[in-house]
């Protein structure tokens, strides 16, 4: 019953090593978004997309690449991890609705540690 | 997405109305007022929204003041569970992100 889940939890790797990150929603929704939070709790957009179209492309290095191969989901693959990569990420969905309300859901958050 | 300006922390003792306050004087006459709430470790969760009126619904009510510069969130009743960090965010359009500030840090004490 999950809403929006996000493979794995937890991600402990090295530096220099390249991981994924998965995001699936189950809502119908036709709006992703990926947020990065840091160690000082910071909750910042990183990509969104739109119908598998990409619509947001906040400052970002490019080993940061998103996938969506459907509305349902939206991964995020990182190049050559770096010591800053290590933080939370999440993955959340929307669909617009009448009169401005626009949830966003969210996934429970992936924590990733590079050694 | 106009500004929003909260306290960085707040108390409140179980059972009592928490009152969160945010103020955001540069706001413009279609952005709405959301408020999310991050409990720790988990992902953050919508609460209420807002445009000109107040509103309320099983959660929380949210008050905008005539001028619109300013809202305050009330948790009527609240309980241990509702610890957590509370962000008010501005925003205008539709399926785009929302900019997270730093939020109050809302302790629910027993």
């Known amino acids: 019953d999950t809403a929006v889940s996000q493979t794995p939890k937890y991600l402990v790797t090295q530096m220099g090593n390249d991981k994924s990150i998965k995001c699936e929603q189950n809502?119908?929704?036709?709006?992703m978004y990926w947020y990065k939070q840091d160690s000082k709790k910071f909750l910042k957009i990183m990509f969104s997309y739109n119908n598998k179209e990409l619509i947001i492309n906040e400052t970002v290095p490019n080993r940061f690449s998103p996938k969506s191969p459907d509305k349902a989901h939206l991964n995020l693959h990182i190049n050559s991890l770096e010591l800053g990569d290590s933080a939370v990420y999440f993955c959340?969905?929307?669909?617009?609705?009448?009169?401005?309300?626009?949830?966003?859901?969210f996934g429970p958050g992936t924590r990733l540690l590079v050694l | 997405d106009a500004k929003t300006t909260q306290p960085p922390s707040m108390d409140c003792a179980e059972g009592r109305a928490a009152n969160l306050p945010c103020n955001h004087s540069?706001?413009?006459?279609?952005?709405?007022v959301y408020w999310y709430r991050q409990i720790h470790s988990q992902g953050p969760q919508y609460i209420i929204h807002g445009l000109k009126n107040n509103e309320t619904n099983e959660m929380a009510s949210l008050i905008i003041t005539e001028d619109r510069k300013s809202s305050t969130l009330i948790l009527p009743h609240a309980t241990l569970r509702d610890t957590a960090v509370y962000y008010c965010?501005?925003?205008?359009?539709?399926?785009?992100?929302?900019?997270f500030g730093k939020g109050t840090s809302l302790l629910v004490t027993p």
């Open positions: 959340a969905s929307s669909q617009e609705q009448r009169g401005g309300l626009e949830t966003q859901y």
């Open positions: 540069t706001i413009s006459g279609n952005e709405y």
């Open positions: 965010i501005v925003r205008r359009e539709t399926g785009y992100a929302l900019n």
């Open positions: 809502l119908g929704h036709d709006t």
